[in-house]
């Protein structure tokens, strides 16, 4: 290999800075909010992961064309308890414009009858869902993945931010 | 390492790289971090039109490596474990100067485009309609696939970063300890050598609009869901 004494500088200089950039990528999750994180944001947002994975769920056993409806109503049951559960998980203060990483929006506390609502939806939808598996009808199960994705929507529109 | 080499006319400069290689290139090393902090950010609208993009210039290079310029080419330049294996050991150079991909550094090549293709074609199907964002063909795919794949988008970019982190240290290995720059023939395209060495190809511009044109009619059909021809 031959040696050059060309510039290598300007291409160290370069790579350093590269390099430095990738490390403080990680610093972006810095938040304005003083004092540690409220825990209740982290357990809403699995409560959440779990009303998302029910419904998944849910879904899946019926594209597979021979719906398991215990497996349906164990995931409705599952989603209507989460949907309980968040009642109690959205505390003043813990809104993504208090500086923390999350992605509930103000309205949640400026409109508190309407966020009620909204959750109403949900545990109405996932009730009627665990009824419907019951009943082992295929056909009323998979109309009901209508209502309650509308009522996921008719929250995430209105009282969650917008990233998409 | 053969120092003792007859008197030569002072270092002159060869044609490396073709243009397409480096755009590509570089618009890996800017796309890659940029998806990262779209994605760490929630920044889904920027983050699929990133991936779209990256999408585009990974067909397009994959299409470069089979008719783009010698260094391109794929076939120039993936070499089998023997050559390898002598590289390492420092044995393929010789007296020869050679340029283009090492057999070691097309390992790298083909690991970091194939890392890419793996985290996009995961992208593709990435998401859940009924919770935010979702790649193009999301709907192309059973709920339980989707939300596999987009676990394996998850945890499969610490690969592609991995595999750049590696690339980069490399880098710095080359240019340290070799004292060989590998960074700024990948900018200006081309090197100085001493020897007489065979140059690359010019870029061939027709070829390469051509085939840019191809890969950006498939990407676009990909980002509209693939939708049936004809």
């Given at each position: ?157 209105n009282f969650r931010l917008e990233t998409d | 390492m053969s120092g003792e080499r007859p008197a030569l006319a002072p270092g002159h400069s060869v044609r490396v790289w073709d243009i397409p290689v480096r755009l590509t290139h570089w618009s890996f090393a800017l796309l890659v971090p940029a998806l990262w902090w779209s994605a760490e950010n929630s920044q889904w609208v920027l983050h699929k039109r990133f991936g779209i993009a990256l999408l585009g210039l990974l067909v397009f290079r994959l299409l470069w490596g089979l008719f ?163």
């Open positions: 290999m031959a040696r050059f004494d060309r510039a290598t500088l300007p291409p160290t200089v370069l790579l350093c800075t590269v390099m430095a950039g990738c490390g403080s990528e990680s610093a972006s999750d810095t938040t304005a909010a003083s004092g540690p994180e409220p825990a209740v944001i982290d357990e809403r947002q699995a409560n959440f992961e779990k009303i998302g994975d029910s419904f998944k769920a849910i879904r899946g056993q019926l594209e597979g064309g021979n719906p398991d409806f215990a497996a349906i109503e164990n995931a409705a049951t599952q989603m209507n308890a989460a949907a309980i559960a968040t009642k109690e998980q959205f505390p003043e203060g813990t809104s993504v414009d208090d500086g923390w990483d999350t992605e509930a929006l103000t309205t949640i506390w400026e409109k508190p009858d309407e966020f009620t609502e909204a959750n109403q939806a949900l545990l109405d939808a996932s009730a009627q869902m665990i009824t419907l598996a019951q009943n082992g009808d295929a056909e009323a199960v998979g109309g009901q993945v209508g209502a309650v994705g509308s009522s996921c929507k008719g929250c995430h529109d | 783009g310029t010698k260094t391109a080419k794929f076939t120039s330049f993936v070499r089998g474990p023997k050559a390898v294996f002598e590289y390492l050991r420092g044995k393929s150079g010789g007296a020869v100067e050679k340029i283009g991909h090492s057999p070691l550094g097309a390992l790298s090549v083909l690991a970091l485009l194939a890392a890419m293709a793996v985290q996009v074609g995961t992208g593709l199907f990435a998401g859940d309609p009924y919770d935010g964002a979702t790649g193009p063909l999301n709907s192309l795919v059973g709920v339980l696939t989707a939300d596999a794949l987009t676990d394996w988008h998850e945890w499969f970019v610490y690969v592609v970063l991995g595999l750049a982190a590696f690339h980069l240290s490399a880098i710095a290995f080359y240019l340290i300890v070799k004292q060989n720059d590998l960074v700024s023939p990948m900018l200006s395209g081309s090197k100085l050598v001493r020897g007489s060495v065979e140059a690359n190809e010019p870029t061939p511009l027709v070829r390469f609009v051509a085939v840019a044109a191809i890969a950006a009619s498939f990407t676009v059909w990909i980002a509209n869901g693939a939708p049936p021809l004809s």
